[in-house]
């Protein structure tokens, strides 16, 4: 289901009352951009420790923003089924009175999800706001100054046209009169009508504003008396903590899923947690141990469904697969999770229907409830391994959530900045296949190409630099350490390409929040 500006204020309560019931939460999002290419050696390394990756991703996190984030709220009905509701929420900075924000576009995100069908005018045109803590406080600040300021060029101009049309009416109306200011279209979402109202009042010290309907303000010729009677009401629109709720938009519905403290799923997650923190509680602070905090603060269970897939690859025929939609294939695949009665039961409810009948990779709902299904069929796969028929049989989410006991809170952590790592066999060397007693060597650094660690000792790292000579030009290699009864390395080419099919792609690692 889509939601945006014009919806989200009425969906907000029967959001409030599914998150309440809900058994876990899947999320997903889709950004403006990925990784900034700025300032340089920005890009992820295989030499990353988790302080400097989350350095790298808060750098990207504060240029780009979230074009849509995808929630899927799973409720178990009994102990087998459960009901899905999917929700895009596309979203956009706040730009009310002087509030604005500066975000990135990367060229080949923006490509990406074009392809992929994404509505950038939905985007653009129905966003909805959002606003952290820190933005908050400004902002409240300014209403209890009463210095209300535009800064939105096309609300700047809605609102020069309402002065105009107001002050030409009062100078000839008599107390009690009123005049409707209409065509306030033209703005982008409905608690913009404050901007208008909030400039009046402020410039006019003997009027009174009141919103009729979506695009009408009523503008009536008061006392100073009366008009300090009337913002004493209770149904005054411009209260001040009725203008908050407003510029929070999403935001509201974050502080309700901080609140309810469900186990939140995602895929490959943390750029999707260093958004939510960013965007919807406070900038991301420098230090990364102060960002765990903050985060096991907000969501005390997390679950990252690629370090849940990354471990079962070992215990089933599970083939390698590259992304979300390909790793829910294969878990609904007759061959890995035969038609048992003790499986779960996924059903979409009717508002989200469509995600069964075509898929959708790449929009935000449909990968939040991949992200969902991925984690309860991968929990039944454990719970079938080492529990008996019976227990199978009543299977609740609280089981599989101790079957899930050893990956709660693990993020997984990509940890190359290229596409593939090749498979090779480690006692190939310098082009000559070595005698398998013969000690392998400590491999050193001689150069790194694309921005990669220059300078550091090898052995203070986790992976090590090599060059490997086999017939080839001088190349960049990446080896993992060593053990001698190992008989593979992982190896990185950046200088040139094989064609081979049958090589594996990256390893990764995990952050513990």
Known sequence: MDVGAAEFARCLPSLRDRVGRAAFLGLDMEFTGLHSVFPQNNQPSLFDSPAERYQKVRQSVQRFTITQLGLAIFSEENSNKYVVHSYNFFLFPSTLGVMDAEFTLSASSIQFLSHYGFDYNKFLKDGIPYMN???EKILSQRLLQGSWEVCSALNMNVVKKAIDEVTCWIAAAKEGDSIILQDLSGMKQDSQMLDVQLVLRQALPNVWTEPLGADEVMVKKVSPQHRR??????????????????????????????????????????????????????PLPESYEEFKKNIHHLFPVLIDTKTVTKSIWKNYQFPRV???????????????NPMDPSCPVIALASDSVRYAEKAAPHEAAYDAFLCGSVLLKSAHLLLCSLTDDAAKANSSFSQYLTMLAEYLNKVNVIRGGVSSIVRMNCRTFLGKMLPANTPLPWLSVFEVGHGWMKGRSTRSCSLFVALILDGFQRINSFCSP????????????????????????????????
Do not use: W
């Open 482 to 513: 060593i053990d001698l009864s190992m008989s593979f390395v992982f190896c990185v080419t950046t200088k040139i390409t094989l064609s081979c099919r049958s090589l594996s792609i990256a390893t990764g690692g995990t952050l513990l929040m």
């Open 322 to 336: 590259s992304n979300l939609l390909e790793v829910y294939e294969v878990l609904c695949s007759s061959d890995l």
């Open 133 to 135: 803590e820190l933005q």
């Open 229 to 282: 009677l009337l913002e004493s009401s209770s149904h005054d629109s411009c209260q001040k903590e009725l203008i908050l709720t407003s510029a929070r938009g999403f935001t509201n519905l974050f502080q309700i899923i901080v609140k309810a403290k469900k186990p939140l799923v995602g895929h490959n997650m943390l750029m999707d947690l260093c958004h939510l923190h960013d965007k919807f509680y406070n």
